[in-house]
């Protein structure tokens, strides 16, 4: 992503974390931990990640 859609965000409560690659799907990535603070969000970068969209079907043919 390269935001989290707000739809994600709205459904966690008051101290809820998500973590999530933000950025483009090609290239890198920042690895983030955004923790619900009341209506806003804390964000803490972890690293850079290269993270590959997962594709339908290719499970099934490994």
Same mark, same amino acid.
Request: net charge negative; aromatic share 4%.
């Given at each position: $992503? *390269?935001? =989290? /859609?707000? $739809? =994600?965000? *709205?459904? =966690?409560?008051? %101290?809820? @974390?998500?973590?999530? /690659? &933000?950025? /483009?799907?090609?290239? #890198? +990535?920042? =690895?983030?931990?955004?923790?619900?603070? %009341?209506?806003? $969000? #804390?964000? #803490? *970068? !972890? %690293?850079?990640?290269?993270? +590959? /969209? @997962?594709?339908?079907?290719?499970?099934? !043919? &490994?």
């Amino acid at each position: $992503f *390269d935001s =989290l /859609p707000r $739809f =994600l965000l *709205d459904q =966690l409560s008051s %101290g809820g @974390i998500v973590i999530a /690659p &933000i950025g /483009p799907e090609e290239g #890198e +990535q920042v =690895l983030a931990k955004l923790t619900k603070v %009341g209506s806003r $969000f #804390e964000r #803490e *970068d !972890i %690293g850079l990640v290269r993270l +590959q /969209p @997962i594709l339908r079907g290719v499970a099934a !043919i &490994i």
